[in-house]
């Protein structure tokens, strides 16, 4: 089902290399489209974007902008069952964050800090940011999990104004997206998908204002747009397909391996499931258990596929490889089937999500659990965070010096600016001291003059 690599093999280091280097996105087939479309959006604004909804999504919305778009009562439409698990989610994802957002900035709103120092007072302002748009996807599947996971950490960060984007069918099977809109705070919807919905976000439209950033993820036409308009806009990554590696010792179990493997590979084709175990006799096993299971699921052929595509197995001597061979691939989700799992994460550095021990499924990462499942993939996990509070605020340095404070800096900051070659740098020092200096010969004059 799954190719098994041995450690020591050519095979094996060939596999992991190419795994490891797994995020570098081939936009090459959807560049040109894109860049076509972000252009036309920018230029002609609800025009385009209407025009490039028709062209792809076959359809005309009843409105591009909605701020009523109905969450309240798609919530109240909803069976009882689905309300409830709903309402669960969002709010542990809520205290999950507001936690976050306690230990970063030290109380319940996002706050910085001042202090002085030898004259000069100094201080970081942090606060959250205006507007941010969150993405979510339709077509094979709708994902109201994801709009919970993007939009509940901006609104405990304090962000006023959250858009949504997402492209609406205008049936009964938009309620479950827009009650949790409604539970997340969103504050308003946009009703298209695509690269031009991912446009209308970042340069704003008629009808759609622009936003500060945009999060939440999507196909390889919306990540490339997000690539392409980083820089008018912030994003928080460009997310690749989802991923897991499933550590395994003598201890697991191949049917609950099996099963975590499959997770992700129901996500769609090109989906990442990895496993690393100590012996040829469990990656069997857990074959086995995949063929099974697969039997009955529903999206077999899509997982069929995940696995023959990026499926892998690697087999390794002892705990000492399980971790490298974990750091190495730096996965999204990172499900620890051990004895003692919680000493082995200490030695993995590199993973978005751990799930520690057995009896922690990674499909309650992705729904209640608590922290945002938006999380880097294609091993940026080695640099990158977890979507969270830190996401939607931003920060401003504060500096005050005091005329004693710039008198007595005044030679180090000449010197280092003369270093660079930058004398104006200098000379900016040196008329605000010459001033200062007056100002102590006359009373007060000079320093009255240069403030004028």
């Not at 507001?98 to 000069?120: C, D, L, P, Q, T």
């Not at 191949?254 to 769609?268: C, F, I, K, M």
């Given at each position: 089902?799954?190719?098994?690599r ?9 596999a ?10 081939d936009?090459s087939?959807a ?7 972000l ?5 002609e604004?609800?025009a ?7 062209r ?13 778009y109905?969450?309240e ?12 698990a709903?309402?669960?989610?969002a709010s ?10 306690a230990?970063m900035f ?10 002085e120092?030898e ?20 077509g ?35 309620d ?5 809109a ?29 936003v500060d ?41 191949p ?7 499959l ?7 090109d ?30 052929a ?19 490889a ?12 990172l ?23 057995a009896?922690?499924p990674e499909?309650?990462?992705d ?12 091993g940026?996990?080695r640099?990158?965070?977890?979507l ?22 005044e030679g180090?900051i ?14 900016a020092v ?23």
């Amino acid at each position: 089902m799954i190719p098994r690599r041995t450690h020591g093999t050519p095979e094996f280091a060939a596999a992991l290399r190419d795994l490891a280097s797994r995020g570098e996105a081939d936009f090459s087939k959807a560049e040109p489209v894109v860049r076509s479309i972000l252009d036309e959006v920018r230029a002609e604004g609800d025009a385009a974007v209407l025009r490039h909804v028709a062209r792809f999504e076959n359809r005309v919305p009843a409105a591009l902008y909605r701020r009523d778009y109905g969450g309240e009562a798609a919530l109240g439409r909803l069976p009882r069952e689905a309300r409830a698990a709903l309402e669960l989610a969002a709010s542990r994802i809520a205290r999950f964050h507001e936690r976050e957002r306690a230990s970063m900035f030290g109380g319940e709103r996002v706050s910085g800090f001042r202090y002085e120092e030898e004259g000069v007072a100094l201080g970081l302002r942090v606060r959250p940011l205006a507007r941010v748009g969150v993405y979510a996807p339709g077509g094979k599947a709708r994902y109201p999990s994801s709009v919970l996971m993007s939009a509940v950490p901006a609104r405990v960060a304090g962000v006023p104004e959250i858009l949504l984007a997402t492209p609406l069918a205008g049936d009964a099977s938009d309620d479950v997206v827009l009650a949790a809109a409604h539970l997340a705070g969103v504050t308003a919807v946009v009703d298209a998908g695509g690269a031009q919905a991912i446009g209308a976000l970042a340069f704003g439209t008629a009808s759609v204002p622009r936003v500060d950033k945009i999060v939440g993820p999507g196909n390889a036409y919306v990540a490339c747009a997000k690539r392409i308009v980083y820089g008018a806009v912030a994003i928080d990554s460009i997310a690749g397909p989802s991923e897991i590696l499933v550590v395994a010792d003598a201890s697991a179990n191949p049917a609950v391996v099996a099963a975590d493997l499959l997770s992700q590979a129901e996500h769609d084709e090109d989906a990442y499931a990895l496993l690393v175990c100590l012996s040829e006799e469990f990656a069997a096993a857990v074959a086995r258990e995949l063929e099974t299971q697969l039997n009955d699921l529903p999206r077999a052929a899509i997982a069929r596929e995940s696995l023959r595509r990026h499926g892998a197995a690697f087999v390794v001597a002892d705990r000492d490889a399980l971790a490298a061979v974990a750091d190495e691939l730096a996965p999204e989700h990172l499900a620890l089937h051990v004895e003692a799992p919680e000493s082995l994460a200490e030695r993995i550095r590199n993973a978005g999500a751990v799930f520690l021990g057995a009896l922690t499924p990674e499909a309650a990462g992705d729904y209640v659990a608590g922290p945002s499942h938006v999380l880097p993939t294609g091993g940026v996990v080695r640099f990158g965070s977890p979507l969270g509070v830190h996401d939607f605020v931003a920060r401003t340095s504060l500096i005050r010096y005091s005329a004693e404070a710039l008198r007595r800096d005044e030679g180090v900051i000449g010197v280092l600016a003369r270093l660079e070659g930058l004398e104006a740098h200098a000379r900016a020092v040196f008329i605000r001291t010459r001033d200062i200096a007056r100002a102590g010969a006359d009373g007060g004059h000079a320093e009255s003059e240069s403030r004028s």
